[in-house]
């Protein structure tokens, strides 16, 4: 993903599963304010250290904001909190974060992401890998505002799929603005199979294939195409 400028991508085709969902609050992390000042580069793939994961977030959130203000015309944002390693934080759902959190929590309306996660996200899949997965989180705080609440481990699948949508609906935003590199889609497939790997009989998010789908439905037709998972509760009117 380029700051400035980025390769025509035309259709992208996306495939995978995504991140989790998460309800989790003990130390020093703080909610992302001002962007933390990170390096300048023609690309953020390979850009950030690991002590610059902080401003690799931030920027992200800049992103995912410009998107909620094209998409909602005063949908507040959720608070982003970044768990710096070594530290841990109590979330309002009663759990504690530690920087291996990606999650968010709807009783404090907050997205929570840990630095080594990222870390690993952003170096082993890519930086559109570690993006993605923050716009999934967000894609909760969207349902979490249409008052979409799940009842059973099948409705909690639901919620899940139609968040890898929102997520979807956001690169083809990031797209449509130029910063979707073609190498973008190839560390968003690689941290789908990782994720959907991760999933065992008892899961609670979608299989590969539901996931890929989701993802290719945002993409395809925007935040729109992702009422179909709850008709009765649309997440864009």
Known sequence: MRRRFA???????LCGAMLAVLVSPAQAAQPAQAPAQGPECASLENCYGYPEMQAFYDQIIVWVDEFSRASYASMPSPDYVYVAAGTRTTTGCGSV???????F???DDTVYVGQDQLFEFYTTQGDAAAAV???HEWGHHVQWVAGIRPVDRL???TLENQADCIAGA???FVNQQGR??????DDINAILEVIASAEGTARDHGTLAERTASMQRGFDTGLTGCNAYFPAQPVLA
């Open 170 to 172: 956001w690169v083809g």
């Open 155 to 157: 409705t909690l699948i």
């Open 97 to 103: 974060a530690d920087s291996l959190v990606y999650a």
């Open 180 to 185: 979707l590199e073609t190498d973008d889609v």
């Open 105 to 107: 929590c709807g009783l």
């Open 133 to 135: 997965g923050i716009a």
């Open 7 to 13: 390769a025509v991508l035309g259709r992208a085709v």
